[in-house]
Each structure stands twice: as structure tokens, then as C-alpha cells.
């Protein structure tokens, strides 16, 4: 019963940025967790970051932590990726995902899934 739309993808030269939002409709609880993750072309869909709708602590990605900022705006029931700094690396089809209770960084976990939107990074 979540409905997730994700918008702000787009082309982009690296070293610039971009900024990813999730917009939730429908049925939502406080204590879900929202996270980022993203798939490239024959690759493992990975984590990239995670927050409760409601706020609190935010995880990242090893790779990712300093140059991408997940927030949320529960007014407008929206979850944010900020992207700086971009790499070539960085592209993909970018999800968000949702789950009701705890923190995890396995895809498998989560129940409520965006249809993506596509981030490619030039050179």
C-alpha cells in the first residue's frame, strides 16, 4: 500500500551534482525505513544510504560516505539524495526502497520499491 516515485536523474559531467527526491503516497509509518540504492548494467543492485521516515540516523555506503546526503521532509512526504561531486562510476538506475522496522542494507529486505530513476555521469 506505499506508493514510491523517484524524480531528479539526469546526465551530468563529473565532478557535479545532482539531486535525488522519492516522493511516498498512500499508507506510511513513522518507524519505516527508507533507503537509496542503485544498479548498473550487470551489477549487483547495492546500498547506498538509509534513514527512518521519521528521521533519526542515517548510514551510507563505505565508498559513498562525504560525497552523498540522504534527508527527509515528512511535511511533504518525501526522502532526498544528495549527490556531489559525481563520478563516472556513479551511474546507474537509482531506487528507493522502503521496509517497516530495522536498518538493513540488503536489497532483499525491503518490500516497497520505486521504478527507478536513471543518473549517468560523463567525462
Known amino acids: 500500500q506505499v506508493q514510491l516515485v523517484e524524480s531528479g536523474g539526469g546526465l551530468v559531467q563529473a565532478g557535479g551534482s545532482l539531486r535525488l527526491s522519492c516522493a511516498a503516497s498512500?499508507?506510511?509509518?513513522?518507524?519505516?525505513?527508507v533507503g537509496w540504492f542503485r544498479q548498473a548494467p550487470g551489477k549487483e543492485r547495492e546500498f547506498v544510504a538509509s534513514i527512518r521516515w521519521s528521521g533519526g540516523s542515517t548510514y551510507y555506503a563505505d565508498s559513498l560516505k562525504g560525497r552523498f546526503t540522504i534527508s527527509r521532509d515528512n511535511a511533504k512526504n518525501t526522502v532526498s539524495l544528495q549527490m556531489n561531486s559525481l563520478k563516472p562510476e556513479d551511474t546507474a538506475v537509482y531506487y528507493c526502497?522502503?521496509?517497516?522496522?530495522?536498518?538493513?542494507?540488503?536489497?532483499?529486505?525491503?518490500?516497497?520499491w520505486g521504478q527507478g530513476t536513471q543518473v549517468t555521469v560523463s567525462s
Open positions: 498512500g499508507r506510511t509509518f513513522s518507524n519505516y525505513v
Open positions: 526502497a522502503a521496509r517497516p522496522g530495522a536498518y538493513y542494507i540488503d536489497f532483499q529486505r525491503y518490500d516497497y
